[in-house]
């Protein structure tokens, strides 16, 4: 059974749009797009090829899906670390408005969204990556279907922007599996769901 495995690019208050480029997503007027690459490092990239080692497939929603089909399948240099496995293994885009995918061993997921999730879960595998895809992310977290958080803070506040963590999360405790800094001060978080939060008083 495949583990759903979350990775994101973050600031330091939650917000992951757009961190690519002044024009990934401006949508709601955002004008922060590109906010990441001031912190982009030799290790954090060697930490993104590395998380997908065990990436059976990818779960996009529909504009990550625009977004990475109108770029990746251009990518035909057979060492780039990133090329490869997003152009051969599957991926499942998540859309209601899409009538049909076309890159390469992609599938579209529509109709009862959470049911066809699930069934994905009970598939063969190691685990299925989602990128970006905020929207479809609120759904997962919603359904408690996301079992690890690989998650990339910087230090870097912007106050407004889509967030990782919607008003309709599920509460949830993770334990920590791995913590590193890179050289530009981002932190690389990876998390596995420990449950149910539990609750106490601090104090003596």
């Known amino acids: ?5 979350v990775n994101a690019f973050l600031t330091l208050d939650g917000v992951m749009q ?13 004008v922060h797009g590109g906010w990441q690459a ?3 490092d030799e290790l954090g990239g060697r930490l993104v090829t590395e998380g997908m080692g065990d990436a059976d497939g990818f779960l996009l929603g529909r504009k990550t899906y625009d977004i990475f089909a109108s770029y990746w399948p251009k990518v035909t240099d057979p060492a780039n670390p990133v090329a490869p496995p997003l152009n051969a293994r599957p991926k499942y885009v998540v859309s209601r408005t899409l009538e049909r995918v076309t890159w390469n061993n992609s599938r579209l997921i529509k109709g009862d969204v959470v049911a066809e999730l699930r069934k994905l879960r009970e598939q063969p595998g190691r685990t299925v990556h989602t990128w970006g895809s905020t929207e479809l992310l609120q759904t997962l977290q919603q359904h408690d279907l996301v079992d690890e958080y690989r998650l990339f803070i910087f230090p870097v506040v912007l106050g407004t922007g889509k967030r990782l963590f919607g008003s309709g999360t599920v509460p949830l405790a993770l334990r920590p599996l791995e913590s590193v800094t890179t050289t530009k001060g981002a932190t690389y978080l990876r998390l596995e769901r420990a449950g ?5 008083r601090m104090g003596a």
Not at 18 to 30: I, L, N, Q, V, Y
Not at 196 to 200: D, F, L, Q, T, W
Request: aromatic fraction near 12%; proline fraction near 19%; avoid cysteine.
């Open 1 to 5: 059974m495949p583990k759903i495995v």
């Open 18 to 30: 757009a961190p690519g480029g002044p024009d990934e997503d401006r949508e709601s007027g955002f």
């Open 38 to 40: 001031p912190y982009d």
């Open 196 to 200: 149910k939060p539990e609750y106490g």
